[in-house]
């Protein structure tokens, strides 16, 4: 009976004191700017790190692995067993930047106010692969999951 202490397949990258702590650098700016005519104009910027690909993510899906089938070792194994394939911390998704615009125009008549506006988000339309299979095979490195297209919001708010 192999424990992971006795496991040699547990072992792999184990000493991670060899390895670079991987700060990744994310950024956010947001504001809004009254324009003429009662305009007001916003805008929302993200820039962040792709996602590790590696142990340090919570789902052990999105590691790198290979699965061990039990008929590799008659007579050995019963179950099939993941072995981690790189070293934590060598990969990384591809970063994130996202830019939303707004556009507002206040109307006012006695004590209501009527304020129509559009959102634009994702303006330069990007694509960043947010998860990808890591598990080894034909499908691995397929994206799971990407940032959402542009999209636009019509809005309208009235206050009385």
Known sequence: YLTIASDPNAQRNCDQTQLDIPYRHGFKLAGNYPLPLGLMVGMSAVSLPGALLGSAVADQSLWTNWNV?????????????????????????ERWNQLDLNLRRVFRVGRAQFEPGVDVYNVFNSNPVLTENQQFGSSLGTPMRILQGRLMRLTAQINF
């Open 69 to 93: 089938p039990a008929s590799l070792f008659p007579g050995g194994r019963t179950q099939t067993v993941n072995v981690r394939l790189d070293e934590p911390g060598s990969q990384w998704l």
